[in-house]
């Protein structure tokens, strides 16, 4: 079955570390993006890349890097530069196809600090 | 500023028992609205798009409308397997890229 894969679940950092977040996906779509979801708020768009080795800044960059190497592909690092980076992380990917497409979804990673 | 405010933020039924959940929204252009179910610790599952005022779609007990100014979710005879968080999102026309403004969502519980 085509879908989103996110890898690890759970993951936990340490002060002054950075951690790598992965997101594949093999329903052949060229976009991607990664969210962050906090208790009480909607999904806040961290960056997103609408195509092989180009990637854009979202809402909430700021502490945030990602690549994408391959079309599967979108990691997303969390540097130390992130103060608060306790949150549920969501990567999404969508067609780009014309017409209104939806964004479909992996089942998250939830990052917490140690 | 585009913007999306969904009610009641949480909402508590018996199964059998229907209810709607509201999802208003404030852009400059309307693309696409969508419905997402979200259970906990999972990502959110795509339900519905919606294009038009006047639109609306169906799937199992759930149908999705659209006005010009908001979205409702209607729940028919609720299930227990119904409880999740149920998130909306706007494409506004202005962004240039796939963009969504998503709602904080409502969390529903239906009890036997």
């Known amino acids: 079955d085509g879908g989103i894969t996110q890898s690890p679940k759970y993951l936990f950092r340490k002060e002054g570390q950075n951690v790598t977040l992965s997101c594949e996906q093999n329903l052949n779509h060229d976009a991607m993006y990664w969210y962050r979801q906090d208790p009480g708020q909607g999904l806040r768009l961290i960056y997103y890349s609408q195509i092989v080795n180009d990637f854009q800044k979202g809402d909430i960059a700021e502490g945030y890097s990602v690549s994408r190497e391959k079309k599967e592909s979108f990691p997303l690092t969390v540097t130390s530069a992130q103060k608060n980076p306790t949150a549920f992380y969501l990567c999404?990917?969508?067609?780009?196809?014309?017409?209104?497409?939806?964004?479909?979804f992996g089942d998250g990673t939830r990052l917490s600090i140690l | 500023e585009d913007q999306v405010t969904q009610s009641p933020e949480a909402l508590r039924l018996q199964e059998g028992e229907s209810s709607s959940l509201n999802c208003s929204y404030t852009?400059?252009?309307?693309?696409?609205l969508f419905w997402y179910r979200q259970d906990p610790g999972k990502g959110p599952e795509f339900l519905f798009t919606l294009y038009s005022a006047g639109e609306e779609k169906e799937k199992e007990r759930l149908k999705a409308t659209l006005t010009k100014k908001e979205s409702f979710l209607h729940i028919t005879a609720p299930k227990p397997e119904d409880s999740a968080t149920y998130l909306c999102?706007?494409?506004?026309?202005?962004?240039?890229?796939?963009?969504?403004?998503f709602g904080a969502g409502t969390r529903l519980a239906v009890h036997p």
């Open positions: 999102a706007v494409q506004p026309t202005s962004g240039g890229y796939n963009k969504l403004i």
């Open positions: 999404a990917s969508s067609s780009r196809d014309r017409g209104v497409q939806p964004q479909h």
């Open positions: 852009v400059s252009g309307l693309r696409g």
